[in-house]
């Protein structure tokens, strides 16, 4: 990652982290942790290949500044931060959103936190990731979950998170396996339209034509290898990575190329 989209992060991240004054050794600087996270999530290789450098931090650093800040939700709020950044212009701010809510699986062999039989691959144990994704684009929110959980149970989790995002949402798109009376209704009530194909409608509904866009996300986010294979055994590490994953997007495809 170029060192003006670390500088732009580690300027976020510093801006909103609770900072320890007293003494003792002196923390691992943010950018360093960055630069870590980033080349950790993208190439997937062990914590305990990670060794303390000048330019890396070390496995056990990056672990706990991971832990420290998935305890007060930080990364998810420099995500936030980053999205209103992308819309700041008086004109984008005034616009509202029209997104695409959809899931991917990963096999999960290693057992752990937020691992169930996959029940589109034989049952074998695996993950799901799920976004809510702009239409132009932009990962809003991701959450992780067993695979076994149903689309629906969540739906009202990943809404919520996505109009703390968003300011407006005016229409939502989502397929069959979010289809219920209580998203629906759960939609009205905030003022979105819900756009969810029925259990049992025919396709050619053109809800193809922007799912694409969730799927195209969604492969962005997979082809980090961390995520692509679930190695992590803890819950709060795997929520933890994808977020930075969707914030390391947002940096690359919004404010500054890397």
């Known amino acids: 990652m170029g060192s003006t989209a670390v500088d732009l992060l580690a300027g976020v991240v510093d801006q909103m982290e609770w900072a ?17 996270l980033r080349f950790f999530l993208r ?23 991971l832990t420290e800040w998935g305890a007060t939700a930080l990364l998810r709020r420099v995500h936030t931060v980053l999205i209103r950044m992308v819309r700041s212009g008086p004109e984008a701010a005034a616009q509202t959103w029209d997104v695409v809510v959809d899931s991917c699986s990963v096999c999960a062999k290693r057992g752990g936190a937020l691992i ?27 959450l992780p979950s067993a695979a076994n959980v149903h689309d629906t149970r969540l739906f009202p989790d990943l809404l919520r998170l996505a109009m703390v995002v968003c300011a407006s949402i ?45 799927e195209h996300a969604n492969a962005r986010l997979l082809a980090n ?5 679930r190695h992590d055994r803890l819950g709060a590490v795997v929520d933890a990575l994808l977020t930075a994953a969707c914030i390391f997007f947002v940096i690359a495809t919004r404010l500054v190329q890397f």
């Not at 320890?20 to 870590?36: I, Q």
């Not at 629906?184 to 799912?211: A, F, M």
């Open 116 to 142: 169930g039989p996959n029940p589109t691959d034989r049952g074998k144990p695996g993950t799901k990731y799920r976004s809510v994704v702009s239409t132009d684009g932009l990962p809003l929110v991701a």
């Open 225 to 229: 290898k961390r995520l692509d294979r």
């Open 43 to 65: 190439e997937g290789v062990q914590w305990r290949e990670l060794r303390a450098s000048p330019a890396r931090a070390s496995g056990s650093t990056l672990r706990h500044r």
């Open 170 to 214: 005016a229409r939502l798109y989502a397929d069959a396996g979010y289809d219920s009376a209580d998203n629906r209704w759960l939609c009205l009530r905030e003022g979105i339209q819900p756009s969810i194909r029925k259990i049992g409608q025919p396709h050619g509904s053109s809800l193809g034509q922007v799912r694409c866009i969730v």
């Open 20 to 36: 320890d004054t007293g003494t003792g050794r002196p923390p691992v600087p943010t950018n360093t942790v960055l630069e870590t």
